[in-house]
């Protein structure tokens, strides 16, 4: 990502020039003399399929969502107040802008994003001149046709990001819009892995004259592009460590993505638009793991928990507030003797008690799974934790019922977390799940930018 500013002036000519269409969701708040415009985010040069126009129209709050032409947007630079913005059916009042923006530029399936678009983005952030202006009145939302809401935002994070969980309390960000304009000129598309091969589609019209970078930490592969097209690299080794695919032409960087399984660098990789093939033997993967030692995502315990001693599950929480992890139960304190739990019940029986009392304990109920192995002929349990998507996460035990605990991983280590901890849980899951429903999860890039 490379962010740097630009002058208003400058923003306001590029959009009043602009021939492409853009998709709008905005969110206005009653005035004295109409609707006054609180968040504009539009989506420029590429087409959203299943799109839809939409209006959530309250008494004092309304939700709209509209194609218009990108030129029209050129009043939200400005830093006048009160030029007026037609969004569909209904005309807003723009308050005055402040410079200056500031660009930030994304590789395709940018990590972070709730959405994630299969192609290069610029984003462009505007600011409120006034941002004493920008409270929201907080009041119940109710309205004809419309979904309810006790609060705005609520409404905020379900119109524009299609969550409906109604937990937490993050609403509309303090800037006055967010632009993000497509690019369509060469991008890295579908990557798919296997243990001989690693195959990229690269796509667009400008492919022709790029340079395609396979990079890793043992050995370095490239090819000089002559048109869009599948590209393979054969792996004589495997996929590299810490592998990188870059599409660059000359010093600039087109796009690029991160395909390391191990790397939290680009997320789930299968919504990153990478598929690996390989071959896993899941009781090598799990001695491996063993191996490896306790680590940020990693914890080892010699017995089962009970109802008595469930606190335990304290790094339960803290792999949900976090980038999840797995538990192994049947290992010394030492971290490398396999001593294996006390098998007074058939191994099926322990997997769906260790789950139940997750379920009892660990509120909200964060997505577990746990599996059996032998290892010397000794039985380990191994609970895998996926990162929550509705943090904060708590442990909730007969002492604690009315005041959950909610703790934190940081490095091998569990800790009770801070305000400022939950705060950053919160708002890292905002833009990692899609919801196709929005009409925001897969995109295709206009003509016009191809």
Known sequence: MNARSIDLDTLRRDLGTSEQDAYVRAMAVRADT??????????????????????????????????????????????????????????????AATGPAYKNRHPSYARHERAPLPVPAVDVTIAPADRGSRNVTQTILVG???????????AWRAFFEGDYSLIGAQGPPDDLARLRFAEGGAW?????????????????????????????ESERSSRRLEAPGEVTFPLAHGLPAHAWLWLKRDTTWLDYRSIDPGSGWTGDLDRAGVEIEMPVEPQA?????????????????ECLPTKQSRRTLKTVVAFANGDG????????????????????????????????????????????????????????????????????????????????????????????AQPNDLNEAVLSRRHIEGDTSSGFTRFRPARTGA
């Not at 004809?144 to 609060?151: K, L, M, R, T």
């Not at 797995?326 to 997997?351: H, Q, S, Y």
């Open 34 to 95: 109409g609707w006054g415009l609180h968040h504009c985010w539009a989506l420029i040069g590429a087409e959203p399929p299943q799109w839809s126009e939409t209006l959530w129209q309250y008494q004092d709050h309304a939700f709209v969502a509209c194609r218009v032409p990108a030129a029209v947007l050129a009043v939200l630079c400005s830093p006048e107040a009160g030029s007026a913005l037609a969004l569909g059916p209904l005309t807003v009042s723009v308050p």
């Open 144 to 154: 004809e046709g419309v979904p309810s809401f006790p609060e705005p935002n609520s």
């Open 188 to 216: 890295l598309g579908r990557v798919h892995v296997t243990p001989t091969q690693l195959v990229v589609a690269v796509e667009g019209s400008s492919a022709n004259g790029a340079e395609l970078e396979l990079f890793g």
């Open 285 to 301: 993967h799990i001695e491996a793991l063993i191996a490896s030692g306790e680590g940020p995502c990693v914890e080892f315990k």
């Open 325 to 416: 992890g797995t538990m192994v139960f049947g290992i010394n304190r030492d971290e490398v003797t396999v001593t294996g739990v006390t098998e007074d019940n058939p191994p099926t029986k322990l997997r769906d008690h260790l789950v139940d009392l997750v379920r009892g304990t660990v509120i909200p109920m964060p997505h577990v799974e746990a599996r059996d192995y032998r290892i010397d002929d000794k039985l380990i349990l191994v609970l895998e934790v996926s990162p929550g998507m509705h943090p904060p996460y708590g442990l909730s035990t007969p002492d604690t019922r009315d005041k959950p605990e909610y703790f934190v991983r940081r490095g091998a280590s569990t800790f009770p």
